[in-house]
Nanobody, 119 residues
Framework: QVQLEESGGGLVQAGGSLRLSCTASGRGFSTYDMAWFRQAPGKERERVAV????????YYTDSVKGRFTISRDNAKNTVHLQMNRLKPEDTGVYYCAAKKSRTSMYESWGQGTQVTVSS
């Protein structure tokens, strides 16, 4: 199992950009599918983007397509979420998560980083 730590959150005006990073410690990072989730106040946690372990295909929820980009660097055990053209509705706590490839449950979670987009 890997341990995850997020960084890069903050306060930004609408239309601005932020880059979130997640650093993993432990073995086997390259064998994990990595994801970013977010949770807005009063709402359920939402899966935002996923990058798979093998060949690294990606998934994005519809509301962020064309604005967010997920990437990974297996040599540095990191995954990033580049967020452009941010909107107030992107506000929330963003979590990094990891699961073994071809499994369904995310087994490792970071502590979360706050993203606030002002209008």
């Amino acid at each position: 199992q890997v341990q995850l730590e997020e960084s890069g959150g903050g306060l930004v005006q609408a239309g601005g950009s932020l880059r979130l990073s997640c650093t993993a410690s432990g073995r086997g990072f390259s064998t994990y599918d990595m994801a970013w989730f977010r949770q807005a106040p009063g709402k359920e946690r939402e899966r935002v983007a996923v990058i798979s372990a093998i060949i690294s295909p990606t998934y994005y929820t519809d509301s962020v397509k064309g604005r967010f980009t997920i990437s990974r660097d297996n040599a540095k055990n990191t995954v990033h979420l580049q967020m452009n053209r941010l909107k107030p509705e992107d506000t929330g706590v963003y979590y990094c998560a990891a699961k073994k490839s071809r499994t369904s449950m995310y087994e490792s979670w970071g502590q979360g980083t706050q993203v606030t987009v002002s209008s």
